[in-house]
């Protein structure tokens, strides 16, 4: 306990001291519930750095601003989603899928066909990438420039928070997607790693040759081998051979570094609390890296994901987690917590093969592709 007041004082000095007594003291008791769950993990990742115990302070800071700035509204949600968490998993849960452009031009436009929502049956609603992308090709939306702006052509941010609280007040929840393995060479933190910044450099995975670069493609698979082979890419300005699993303007994050998995939190939290549900966490699998592997379901990605997980349950409880790995089937189950991590990973994962399979089953009356798939 004593250790757990040491971390709470400066925070209820801090982005807590405008708060109610009864909102610091739910704070306190999520504190002694959720922070042993985070600290395991973070301590995994990062606990031989000499600047650990400062990381984990800024990490709290980051958490109890967002309790602090979450609205009235939201935090009743939370409360309400303690008496039913397993919402999800109920049979008359119904989703539906879309892009808001193609079902209804705009956000707003969303929000004008929600009796339609509504005469379906749906109570949950997942809406494509609609975070800003960098302009041209974006890889479908999923080479995000800015994670707290939404595409102009579809809204802004105070668009996004209106339509999940009329969206709530109609008994339907959002999800969105997040990508958390890489943004857009568009993004402000890679454009000022491009103008030389060091600090950002290392928000990023970056070589001085192609050495480091080589020894790692000689177990690495392509994920477009036909447009974008390789997973380097050499840009001339900073003289940097950066890693870009995906596509050259998709540069993958250096989790390595505490720094960027404070702001992907803070992103996540900032997204909560704007009343996002679901955050679809785009291509987790390949958050970690480790020589001589194919880089992908590291144990690491795993503990990245754990820790988003009990930090964000510190200031966004009813937030529900949803992996997006495509890998094999029995990798598949560790994205839901397994070992000491059960129940504290991702509550849901999604595999395209797997639905196009059981839609396939269904459809035809015949397993064979399903048990292929899971074989």
Not at 141 to 155: Q, T
Not at 256 to 279: C, K, S, W, Y
Not at 307 to 332: D, H, K, N, Q
Not at 365 to 373: D, E, I, P, Y
């Amino acid at each position: 306990m004593q250790e757990l007041d040491e971390l709470l004082e400066p925070l209820l000095m801090g982005p807590l001291r405008a708060m109610g007594q009864a909102e610091q003291e739910l704070f306190a008791i999520r504190l002694a519930r959720w922070w042993p769950e985070a600290l395991r993990p973070l301590r995994q990742l990062y606990g031989q750095r000499p600047d650990f115990t400062s990381h984990l302070h800024h990490l709290l800071h980051i958490v109890a601003t967002a309790y602090a700035e979450r609205s009235v509204r939201l935090r009743r949600r939370d409360l309400v989603d303690l008496h039913g968490p397993d919402w999800f998993q109920r049979a008359e849960a119904i989703g539906y899928v879309c892009y808001a452009d193609r079902f209804a031009g705009n956000l707003p436009g969303v929000g004008e066909r929600i009796p339609y929502l509504k005469e379906l049956g749906i109570n949950y609603l997942h809406l494509m990438p609609l975070l800003r992308p960098r302009a041209g090709n974006s890889d479908g939306g999923y080479a995000v420039a800015d994670y707290r702006e939404v595409a102009p052509r579809l809204g802004t941010m105070a668009d996004l928070a209106d339509l999940a609280a009329r969206l709530h007040d109609n008994g339907i929840r959002l999800c969105i997607d997040m990508v958390c393995n890489h943004t857009a060479k568009e993004h402000e933190w890679a454009q000022k790693a491009l103008a030389g910044d060091e600090y950002f450099q290392d928000y990023f995975l970056m070589f001085p040759d192609r050495t480091l670069p080589d020894m790692y493609e000689q177990s690495l698979l392509e994920v477009f081998p036909d447009f974008a082979p390789g997973n380097f890419t050499y840009y001339e300005q900073m003289d940097r051979w950066v890693w870009t699993t995906f596509n050259e303007f998709q540069w993958d994050l250096n989790y390595t570094n505490p720094l960027v998995l404070a702001e992907m939190v803070d992103n996540i939290l900032f997204l909560a609390n704007q009343g996002v549900d679901v955050l679809r966490l785009d291509a987790v699998a390949f958050m970690w890296k480790r020589m001589g592997t194919i880089c992908q379901n590291e144990p690491e990605a795993h503990l990245i994901l754990q820790a988003f997980r009990a930090l964000t349950r510190l200031a966004a409880p009813s937030l529900i987690l949803l992996a997006e790995a495509i890998v094999p089937p029995r990798e598949l189950i560790p994205y839901l917590g397994v070992g000491p991590a059960t129940n504290n990973e991702c509550e849901l994962a999604y595999h395209n093969v797997l639905m196009v399979m059981l839609w396939s089953a269904l459809a035809e009356r015949n397993v064979r592709l399903l048990s292929h798939a899971l074989g």
